[in-house]
């Protein structure tokens, strides 16, 4: 009998509250995953609240449309949240993103996430679209495997596993599992951080960089400023170092007024978001949790200033 995989949802309450849910709102769970963030959200609403998701992953699809199916006020859209933009403007009163790939994701072998169980080296967020880990491995260059490693993995030996992933090839065939990645990673990786397991930084590259993860992530908080109303809060939940970095760049270049040096008598652009704050994990959900301790929660007000800046 299969144990069915469940998932922990990381600074549940933590997000909703930032949120600040008005029980008649519009929302926006813009990585539905397994639905807790929007569960929750669901239950502070009125009946004339209403929250619309976003997911790739036709198994959290199929979980939401049920959901939609049982709730008038909840709608689910299969794609990206880079879409985001398409739900008009000023029609939210808060925009979600939960960055994590969640646990059923990496606890199902058939998906391909995880250096802990073999399976196919797929790590399509969506499998039914695109092109597989395994299959882009085939033909990548050499100089394309090490750009991509070294820089959404930063992994300072990305040369040599690439360099390894190419002999392999020319020897064996290419890799199809995501045992023989493991494997051929850890005889790459000479040295690791203590408690790290070799392949870590690159299958995080790897899963990043077939599914667009930071360019779209970028896209959507672009759109996050279109979506949300005056006074909207934007919240994001971050789980490297890599989408933190964008998030807080992010909330930082639109949160102060930026001065034109051509016009200095000019008025300056105002600034689209307010009271920007952040928040860990507490050590009790850390310990409850092990996938909490990297996570990084941001959040920020929108302001009633049209969309100006890119």
């Excluded at 072998?109 to 039914?128: C, E, K, V, W």
């Amino acid at each position: 009998m299969q144990v069915p995989l469940t998932h922990c949802t990381v600074l549940l309450n933590e997000a909703v509250d930032a949120l600040a849910v008005q029980p008649d709102g519009s929302y926006i769970d813009a990585t539905f995953g397994r639905g807790g963030h929007s569960g929750l959200i669901l239950s502070r609403l009125s009946s004339a609240g209403r929250l619309c998701a976003f997911d790739k992953d036709p198994q959290a699809v199929a979980q939401a449309e049920q959901l939609a199916a049982a709730d008038a006020r909840f709608a689910i859209r299969h794609e990206g949240f880079k879409a985001l933009g398409e739900l008009g403007v000023a029609c939210a009163d808060g925009v979600l993103m939960d960055l994590g790939v969640s646990s059923p994701q990496i606890d199902d072998p058939a998906r391909g996430f995880s250096f802990r169980h073999n399976g196919p080296l797929d790590m399509r967020m969506d499998p039914t679209r695109g092109e597989s880990v395994a299959d882009w491995l085939a033909e990548a260059s050499v100089a394309q495997m090490t750009e991509v490693i070294r820089d959404y993995g930063e992994e300072r030996f990305a040369g040599q596993i690439a360099k390894a992933i190419d002999k392999r090839r020319l020897e064996r065939g290419p890799l199809r599992t995501t045992a023989e990645l493991a494997e051929l990673v850890a005889s790459a990786v000479k040295t690791r951080e203590p408690g790290k397991d070799p392949a870590t930084r690159t299958f995080q590259a790897l899963r990043i960089f077939i599914n667009a993860e930071l360019d779209e992530l970028q896209q959507a908080l672009q759109a996050s400023l279109q979506v949300l109303r005056p006074g909207g809060r934007l919240v994001v939940i971050s789980f490297h170092s890599l989408e933190d970095r964008i998030v807080k760049q992010f909330m930082a270049r639109h949160s102060k007024e930026v001065f034109d040096r051509r016009a200095p008598f000019a008025a300056p652009q105002p600034m689209a978001l307010a009271d920007v704050q952040r928040l860990m994990p507490s050590a009790d959900e850390v310990a409850a949790n092990a996938r909490a301790r990297s996570a990084v929660m941001r959040w920020a007000t929108r302001t009633g200033t049209p969309l100006e800046r890119a």
